[in-house]
């Protein structure tokens, strides 16, 4: 949440560079944080971290091949 404030405060420019996909992955994570809070199903607890980590490498990866 902190990296998206500072994200805000650098400018325009900076927040373009990285697009919406960018502002998604901070409530994407907040979801599946609380979902995991409130659920006590392992398979669940396992599949959170599995869905994130993919979500994180997926825009780790569009960002690189996009920026120039």
């Known amino acids: 949440m902190f990296d998206s404030i500072d994200t805000l405060i650098k400018g325009t420019e900076h927040w373009e560079r990285f697009g919406p996909d960018y502002f998604l992955q901070v409530p994407f ?7 995991g809070i409130w659920s006590a199903n392992r398979r669940l607890h396992v599949a959170i971290p ?18 120039t």
């Open 29 to 35: 994570g907040l979801v599946l944080c609380a979902l």
């Open 50 to 67: 599995a869905l994130h980590i993919g979500y994180q490498l997926y825009w780790i990866i569009k960002v690189f091949n996009t920026m």
